[in-house]
C-alpha cells in the first residue's frame, strides 16, 4: 500500500515551453500533496505544499506563477513548469501524505527528470 | 529550515553493522524523528520513525537518547543495497512539511 506514482519519469524539452508533471496517488486519498525540487548532488528542496481544493502554499523564492499546482482530487496534483529554461532542470519529486496517524507519514513518487534544452 | 546535522559520509563494510549519526539539539518535545533513505535518481523512502523510545522495525532501529538531542539509525547487517543518503529529519507531531537537510552519504564497501 501506499504507492505514489508519477508520470513522466523523464522529459527533455525546449526553452520557452511549458511541462506538466503529474503525481497520483494510487491507493490512498492524499489530503496534501508537496512538491521537491532537487537538483545534482543536494539535496531536496520543498517548493509548495498542496491541499485539495485550495491553493498551493509556496516556499520563500518560489515563483508560483512559474510553478502552477493544481490538486484539484484526492490522488492527483499536477506540477506544470511555465516556460521552462536549461536553470528549470532538475529532478522533481511529489509525496502525499493521507493526514491520518499520528506520525502524519509522507510517501514519495518515484520522481521526474526534466532536463530543458 | 533543516534542524538536524549529520556527517556528510559514511563507509561500512558489506555485513556489518551501519551507525548513522544525527544532532537534533533543538527538537522540541511534539517533534518526531524521521528517516529517510534515498538511493541514487529514486524518491526517497520511508525507514523508520519515533518520538522518544528506541523503536525497531524490519529495515532498521532507531535509538534516540534521553534529552532527544540526538539519535542513531542503526542497519544491522548493511547490504550493497543499503548503499544511498540517509536523511534525518524532525518534524512535529501535527506537522505537515518535511525540511531536508544535508543527509549522509553511506557507501556499503564488499
Known amino acids: 500500500g501506499a504507492v505514489v506514482s508519477q508520470h513522466p519519469s523523464w522529459v527533455i524539452c525546449k526553452s520557452g515551453t511549458s511541462v506538466k508533471i503529474e503525481c497520483r496517488s494510487l491507493d490512498f486519498q492524499a489530503t496534501t500533496m508537496f512538491w521537491y525540487r532537487q537538483f545534482p548532488k543536494q539535496s531536496l528542496m520543498l517548493m509548495a505544499t498542496?491541499?485539495?481544493?485550495?491553493?498551493?502554499?509556496?516556499e520563500q523564492g518560489v515563483e508560483k506563477d512559474k510553478f502552477l499546482i493544481n490538486h484539484a482530487s484526492l490522488t492527483l496534483s499536477t506540477l506544470t513548469v511555465t516556460s521552462a529554461h536549461p536553470e528549470d532542470s532538475s529532478f522533481y519529486i511529489c509525496s502525499a501524505s493521507s493526514g491520518r496517524g499520528l506520525a502524519n507519514e509522507q510517501f514519495f513518487g518515484p520522481g521526474t527528470r526534466l532536463t530543458v534544452l | 529550515d533543516a534542524k538536524t546535522t549529520q556527517p556528510p559520509s559514511m563507509d561500512c563494510a558489506e555485513g556489518r553493522a551501519a551507525n548513522l549519526p544525527c544532532n537534533h539539539s533543538t527538537i522540541s518535545g511534539n517533534e518526531y524523528v524521521y528517516w529517510y533513505r534515498q538511493i541514487h535518481s529514486q524518491g526517497p523512502q520511508y525507514i523508520i520513525h519515533g518520538l522518544k523510545n528506541n523503536e525497531t522495525n524490519e529495515m532498521a532501529s532507531l535509538i534516540i537518547t534521553e534529552d532527544r538531542k540526538s539519535s542513531t539509525l542503526i542497519l544491522p547487517h548493511a547490504t550493497l543495497r543499503d548503499t544511498a543518503v540517509y536523511y534525518c529529519?524532525?518534524?512535529?507531531?501535527?506537522?505537515?512539511?518535511?525540511?531536508f537537510g544535508t543527509g549522509t552519504s553511506l557507501t556499503v564497501i564488499p
Open positions: 529529519i524532525v518534524r512535529a507531531i501535527t506537522g505537515n512539511q518535511f525540511y
Open positions: 498542496s491541499n485539495e481544493g485550495s491553493k498551493a502554499t509556496y
